[in-house]
T-cell receptor
Framework: GNSVTQMEGPVTLSEEAFLTINCTYT??????LFWYVQYPGEGLQLLLK???ADDKGSNKGFEATYRKETTSFHLEKGSVQVSDSAVYFC?????????????WGLGTSLAVNP | DTAVSQTPKYLVTQMGNDKSIKCEQN?????MYWYKQDSKKFLKIMFS???????INETVPNRFSPKSPDKAHLNLHINSLELGDSAVYFC????????????FGSGTRLTVV
């Protein structure tokens, strides 16, 4: 079945460091891919998405490219800030029939120190 | 205006009680969901409704019963609460399946004592 694998956290970085959070997936068909962010004490927010191969999603300085050949959707940011401290979730859509279910990774906690 | 609103935000109750959590979305979405997030941040889908019809019903104790009076509302009723039910419960909505992602509520932190 479909699945998402994220790198385990926690990830701890200093401000202005480069961030990569790895995400790989297993899926049949042509899923859409998502990154969600959950700030402390809040619900999840859609950070970015890509709906087909080679698409690049970007938002708030974060980027991820849908790579079908490596089945990956790694999240990157060139210079992190303390305010980026959150839990990041990779997810893919299961577009089979009416089963409108997102398949979620386990989440990666990021802590950015000043 | 809050797009997906849940009430209450916090709920502390004793074992054995029955409680409800309410969710409303004003986005005109056709599908709504309930998720449970445990202390390790793991997200587990519980239920999904599309236009008031139940389409996803994962392996959840039958003490949990969702109700969707209309496509803008999805409530969750829990009978005979147990300690293991303590978690954060999130409501979410989407349109056109999951192609464009979900909009989440801010969560209800349920603590059973």
């Amino acid at each position: 079945g479909n699945s998402v694998t994220q790198m385990e956290g926690p990830v701890t970085l200093s401000e202005e460091a480069f961030l990569t959070i790895n995400c790989t997936y297993t899926a049949t068909g042509y899923p859409s891919l998502f990154w969600y962010v959950q700030y402390p004490g809040e619900g999840l927010q859609l950070l970015l998405k890509a709906t087909k191969a080679d698409d690049k999603g970007s938002n708030k300085g974060f980027e991820a490219t849908y790579r079908k050949e490596t089945t990956s959707f790694h999240l990157e940011k060139g210079s992190v800030q303390v305010s980026d401290s959150a839990v990041y979730f990779c997810a893919l859509s299961d577009n089979a029939g009416n089963n409108r279910k997102l398949i979620w990774g386990l989440g990666t906690s990021l802590a950015v120190n000043p | 205006d809050t797009a997906v609103s849940q009430t209450p935000k916090y709920l502390v109750t004793q074992m054995g009680n029955d409680k409800s959590i309410k969710c409303e979305q004003n986005l005109g979405h056709d599908t709504m969901y309930w998720y449970k997030q445990d202390s390790k941040k793991f997200l587990k889908i519980m239920f999904s409704y599309n236009n008031k019809e139940l389409i996803i019903n994962e392996t959840v104790p039958n003490r949990f019963s969702p109700k969707s009076p209309d496509k803008a509302h999805l409530n969750l009723h829990i009978n005979s609460l147990e300690l293991g039910d303590s978690a954060v419960y999130f409501c979410a909505s989407s349109q056109v399946g999951s192609l464009y992602g979900y909009t989440f509520g801010s969560g209800t932190r349920l603590t059973v004592v």
